[in-house]
């Protein structure tokens, strides 16, 4: 697609039900990074994906959430056991290796936990 | 780890007005951004400027690494160029992952 896609746009979930969170980026970007947006504490970021690499897992708040990238491509975020305070707007970006650091950003999913 | 302060955290201008946004960031970087979230939410890249300066129709941007600060000036602003400003830096070749200011809300009023 021409941008990155993510999927669903809105989800509401009651407190302890786990959910995923799918991304897909734009077509050839190696670099692939995930961030949460909430009221109390802003843009934060949580995970980041380049190639076949280890991924960085130093922005994710507690093992309640994992993420991975099947075939360098489609990313999806796990929160296992969701909690009020994980309500946030959850961010995808990309990134491609001629431009290493342009991270170019999808719509977000909008979770909710009731 | 790297702080990023914006100011002002608030502007409201008048349609045709000029206005300046400033970022301050406290240790050196490699990665500098600047984004504009839309009302709906979508963040949208301005400019990749780590240094440097760099325009773009009626928006330019100004980045002195040595003091390590950044400015965004939107001139002959609409009202289309409401939302939130982010600048957003990364300090670590290798692993881009972006530390963002707390942003600036700029409301254009008709």
């Known amino acids: 697609g021409a941008g990155v896609s993510q999927s669903p746009s809105n989800k509401v979930t009651e407190k302890g039900k786990d959910v995923e969170l799918r991304c897909d980026p734009i077509?050839?970007?190696?670099?692939l990074y995930w961030y949460r947006q909430s009221l109390g504490q802003g843009l934060e970021f949580l995970i980041y994906f380049q190639g076949n690499s280890a991924p960085d897992k130093s922005g994710l708040p507690s093992d309640r959430f994992s993420a991975e990238r099947t075939g360098g491509s489609v990313s999806t975020l796990t929160i296992q056991r969701t909690q009020q305070e994980d309500s946030a707007v959850y961010l995808c970006?990309?990134?491609?290796?001629?431009?290493?650091?342009?991270?170019?950003f999808g719509p977000g999913t909008r979770l909710t936990v009731l | 780890g790297i702080q990023v302060e914006q100011s002002p955290p608030d502007l409201i201008l008048q349609e045709g007005a000029n206005s300046t946004l400033r970022c301050n960031f406290s240790?050196?970087?490699?990665?500098l951004q600047w984004f504009h979230q839309n009302p709906w939410g979508q963040l949208i890249n301005l400019f990749y400027i780590p240094s440097g300066t760099k325009q773009n129709g009626r928006l330019s941007a100004t980045t002195v690494a040595t003091e390590r600060y950044s400015l965004l000036y939107i001139s002959s602003s609409q009202t289309t160029d409401s939302g939130v400003y982010f600048c957003?830096?990364?300090?670590?070749?290798?692993?881009?992952?972006?530390?963002f200011g707390t942003g600036t809300r700029l409301t254009i009023i008709p």
């Open positions: 077509s050839g970007h190696t670099a």
């Open positions: 240790d050196s970087v490699n990665n």
């Open positions: 957003a830096v990364g300090a670590n070749f290798g692993n881009e992952k972006l530390t």
């Open positions: 970006a990309s990134s491609p290796r001629a431009i290493v650091g342009v991270q170019f």
